[in-house]
């Protein structure tokens, strides 16, 4: 991450979920650099995955698992703190992580949750077993999705948008990024037909006149295809290193994981995904 200011309007403390993994490592990196670029508390969250009757049947393989979870945490605390970061430090016990970390979220009002992802198949095959795409789903704040190979630097954004009340939240989010960084935005809407160009059209008009009237210079796409694949396409040839969305699509229903749009986009793209929770 680069630049002089904060790219959030708001980022008093962030929370990082971590699972001692190598696809967290890159999740720590950014939380680490983005805390201090905006002056924020970071919180540094690993659950042991556990539940009462392991607990009772198994206590030294518990045990060992949260002296590896906290020995990692210690490492991320010692980072922060080189970086001139405050760091808090928690070992959870759980057998829903997902929820462990959202009520870590909701109890310290953080501002942004930061995960990594795994592979390419781990939210496309486990769409709705996999820990961050329930952490994003019911996630009370934004979430940005870190690559386990991209750096987000915040400057080339493309920010995705359908007309729902979510893409809105999105555009308007990705608007702000690019008026505090100077950022080169790029607004995309996909359509799977010719009936559904003058609406998509439209959506990319909208976001154009609301981004003018910040002052920020937005190109407009509308492109054909598959959604997912056409956001990922387009992020490739634009040189994007981030992808904004909105947590659902159209036909976005509450409390839903998330739309099958987003998660696709993150379990395939290779840059960070910041996905806006319309409030």
């Known amino acids: 991450m680069s630049g002089q200011g904060c790219p959030m309007a708001k980022m008093d403390t962030i929370l990082v979920a971590t699972d001692v993994s190598t696809y967290s490592e890159n999740a720590v990196k950014e939380a680490i650099l983005l805390a201090k670029q905006c002056s924020s508390r970071l919180f540094a969250v690993s659950v042991v995955i556990t539940n009462l009757e392991f607990e009772v049947t198994m206590p030294q393989v518990v045990e060992k698992e949260e002296k590896k979870a906290r020995e ?34 909701l109890e310290n009002r953080v501002d942004m949750i930061i995960v990594g992802r795994h592979g390419r198949t781990g939210l496309v095959r486990l769409m709705m077993g996999s820990v961050a795409a329930k952490v994003i789903g019911h996630a009370p704040c934004n979430v940005l999705v870190v690559s386990p190979i991209a750096t987000t630097e915040f400057k080339n954004i493309l920010i995705a948008t359908d007309g729902s009340r979510y893409s809105e939240a999105a555009v308007r989010e990705a608007i702000g990024i690019a008026k505090r960084c100077n950022s080169h935005l790029v607004a995309v809407t996909v359509a799977s037909s010719e009936v559904e160009v003058i609406p998509a059209k439209d959506n990319i008009e909208q976001a154009i006149e609301l981004a003018s009237k910040e002052g920020v210079k937005a190109e407009g796409l509308t492109v054909f295809g598959k959604p997912y694949e056409a956001i990922i396409e387009t992020a490739k040839q634009k040189g994007s290193d981030l992808i904004v969305v909105g947590s659902h699509g159209r036909r976005g229903v509450e409390r839903l994981l998330m739309g099958s749009v987003t998660e696709r986009v993150i379990g395939h793209t290779e840059v960070g995904v910041l996905v806006v929770k319309a409030r």
């Open 72 to 105: 990692h945490l210690e490492s991320v605390k010692a980072r922060a703190s080189k970086e001139g970061v405050v760091c808090d430090i928690m070992v959870i016990h759980g057998d829903e992580p997902y929820q462990d970390i959202i009520r870590q979220a």
